[in-house]
């Protein structure tokens, strides 16, 4: 486990190049999960688009519901998000919201966050089986464990469902983003997304880019965010 600060309700998006003789280092500060996605959104997305996601109408999914992945989800819908959760098997499906309410009850016990938000955070997460249920999500995070071969099969699934603008992210830790490109039909709407755990605890998200992002995006919404 990473070691951090108490939670702030701030994300420190630390942003790696990757790059076969570069590993320079830039920091952003943005609001937690929902400035995270923005910076994604803003680096993949039409050039010209402005904002990041609209709370209205935007969904959050994610792949896995380990500590990690509940984590995750849980900061995605303390946020606004409509947060959509999906695992195979049912016992760790039915696991989300005792997990999830564990997460909060943190946060209220640490004075963060009160009893009404706890209720609508957990209002806004569903959890599904079918995982065709992300192609409604703009944004999706994997969570599931460290295996590349598992990994490669679900990205294969996900590039069949997920819409032309989506954004495919992984919570890896162990994989560089080029090795896990592989099944996708659009690697350049894909990176690393790795939060530090616990994320409810540790506002930090290491932001790895593959050298698809790179060709496309130009660095363009690092360049330019000034949030």
């Known amino acids: 486990m990473h070691d951090g ?3 702030r309700g701030v994300t420190s998006t630390k942003v790696h190049k990757a790059g076969p003789s570069s590993r320079k280092t830039g920091f952003v500060t943005f609001g937690l999960v929902n400035r995270c996605a923005a910076l994604c959104l803003r680096a993949f997305i039409d050039g010209k688009r402005e904002s990041g996601l609209d709370k209205g109408n935007a969904t959050i999914g994610v792949v896995g519901t380990g500590l990690m992945g509940v984590g995750i989800a849980t900061q995605s819908a303390l946020h ?11 016992a760790r499906l039915a696991s989300v919201a005792p997990k999830a309410e564990a997460v909060l009850d943190e946060l209220i016990d640490a004075g963060r966050i009160d009893e009404a938000a706890k209720r ?5 997460i569903e959890t599904y089986a079918q995982l065709e249920m ?3 999500a703009q944004f999706v995070i994997e969570a599931i464990p460290e295996v590349l071969e598992l990994k490669h099969r679900l990205y294969a699934a996900l590039t069949e469902l997920l819409a032309d603008d ?3 992210a992984s919570n890896t830790s162990g994989f560089p ?3 896990l490109v592989t099944p996708l039909r659009a690697p350049e709407r894909f990176l690393i997304a790795h939060f ?7 506002p930090l998200v290491e932001v790895v880019p593959g050298t698809a992002w790179i060709a496309a995006s130009t660095w363009r919404a690092t ?5």
């Open 5 to 7: 600060a108490a939670y």
């Open 80 to 90: 606004g998000y409509r947060t959509i959760v999906h695992d195979v098997d049912p």
């Open 223 to 227: 360049a330019s965010s000034s949030v």
């Open 166 to 168: 989506a954004i495919l």
């Open 120 to 124: 609508a955070a957990l209002a806004r």
């Open 134 to 136: 992300m192609a409604s």
């Open 177 to 179: 983003p080029d090795q």
């Open 196 to 202: 530090w755990n616990p994320p409810h605890m540790i």
